[in-house]
């Protein structure tokens, strides 16, 4: 199959037609011609669109599709489809399943199911048994079936010196430990930031410290062991502070933000919507500044949309007892392209998270891989449910005013665009 790409903009900062509008031949999957004017055959797919622009494809660095045990959220197969119309052409998936993902059979399960697909999967193994905490998982044998990253999903390693083996034991594979931020003992039963907001709807607070200490402590485990450590989903100013100093110690530490914890904060709580319950908890508007700042910094490595679908059952009830989770693909470019310039987007949502999860660098030049994100950063729009492509609706932007539009993809030699 031959597609042809007609006047796309390309944002790509390692290549050498970054920012420039052209014409991009793509053959079998292969980019075998970039020019200004490429002649049109009958037997091209052709891909004209207003104002198109395409980067190097975006990868979620964190993304829950239910399968297996919770296909009424979302299914694998519908779920990568969902990736796709939403600009990813790579997504991680959690082990936020049942059986949770912690042993060979269970990656090769995620990998085969969806084979083939346009969108890659690239399956994080649990870092504990279970996701209980208690005994390591078969990290090894994972990451030979695939697995890219091992943690537990928004479950934190209470055990010190279970993450300190688990950091000294991935050294051997060059293994990416990542680690939850959070202390469940402070946090406690709490379920909105501990602030002025909570206090006044009278819902139990998740303190800042409690995110901080975790940190804290991750980062002196990983400055006694060495290894590699991931701390994802990141919420408060003190956190990005902590991991700012880690750096300039050299401690190899990265760190990710959710797009809804740039955008919102815990002044939405106000209507008791429990599509606003999410974890970690959304913060302060200081909080929020210092997150963005953080990206443009480079303290933050990376942004993920934290994908997690929720059936009505377990989210449309009283705050407090509905389930946490947002789903984030559909809305991630949208919000995002209201906050940061193109080239800090691609970067913090391609070029960083492949590096850092060891996916094959890409880049938008002859002869290479045709990996692409497909996009125009002009349109405003408000979220509403008919944007919403995933099976569960449970979105924290639901009524926000995004800016953007996602046309699709081009990955694994399949064209997928929105209708």
Same mark, same amino acid.
């Given at each position: ?34 020019? @200004? ?62 059986? %949770? ?91 909105? @930031? ?179 994100? %497909? ?22 932007? =639901? ?15 399949? =064209?997928?665009?929105?209708?």
């Amino acid at each position: 199959m031959t597609t042809l790409l007609k006047s796309a903009t390309i944002i790509d900062a390692s290549s050498p037609y970054h920012k420039q509008t052209k014409d991009i031949l793509i053959n079998d999957g292969i980019i075998t011609k970039i020019d @200004n004017n490429i002649p049109q055959k009958d037997e091209y797919q052709v891909v004209e669109l207003d104002n198109l622009h395409v980067s190097t494809g975006w990868f979620d660095t964190s993304v829950s599709f239910g399968e297996p045990g919770y296909e009424e959220r979302e299914t694998l197969r519908h779920g990568v489809q969902v990736a796709a119309k939403s600009g990813f052409t790579d997504v991680a998936i959690n082990p936020n399943t049942s059986p %949770i993902v912690d042993n060979k059979s269970a990656v090769e399960f995620l990998i085969n199911k969806v084979n083939g697909a346009a969108t890659s999967i690239h399956p994080i193994g649990a870092l504990t048994q279970q996701s209980k905490g208690v005994e390591m998982s078969e990290m090894y044998d994972m990451q030979q079936s695939g697995a890219i990253a091992f943690g537990d999903y928004n479950k934190p390693v209470s055990n010190d010196n279970l993450l300190k083996i688990a950091l000294l034991y991935a050294q051997n594979f060059d293994g990416l430990v990542l680690s939850f931020p959070k202390n469940n003992s402070i946090a406690g039963e709490g379920v909105a @930031n501990e602030g002025k907001n909570s206090t006044l709807l009278g819902l139990k607070g998740i303190p800042a410290l409690a995110e901080e200490i975790q940190i804290s402590r991750d980062l002196f485990l990983l400055e006694y062991t060495g290894g590699k450590l991931h701390i994802p989903t990141i919420s408060t100013a003190k956190s990005v502070q902590l991991i700012k100093e880690a750096k300039k110690k050299g401690l190899n530490v990265t760190c990710s933000v959710a797009v809804h914890h740039l955008f919102l904060t815990d002044d939405e709580l106000h209507g008791f919507d429990a599509n606003k319950k999410v974890t970690p908890p959304l913060r302060t508007e200081e909080d929020r500044k210092a997150l963005i700042k953080g990206l443009k910094d480079g303290t933050i490595d990376m942004i993920t949309t934290d994908h997690n679908p929720i059936d009505i059952e377990h989210k449309k009830v009283e705050f407090s007892t509905a389930k946490d989770g947002t789903i984030g693909l559909e809305s991630a470019f949208g919000a995002l392209n209201t906050l940061l310039n193109i080239e800090t987007i691609v970067k913090c949502l391609s070029n960083n998270p492949r590096e850092r999860f060891g996916l094959n660098k890409i880049t938008i030049k002859e002869n290479e891989k045709a990996s692409l994100s %497909i996009f125009s950063p002009e349109r405003d729009y408000t979220f509403s449910e008919e944007n919403i492509i995933s099976t569960s609706k449970n979105s924290v932007f =639901l009524d926000k005013k995004l800016q953007g539009k996602v046309y699709g993809i081009f990955n694994n030699n399949q =064209l997928v665009l929105n209708s």
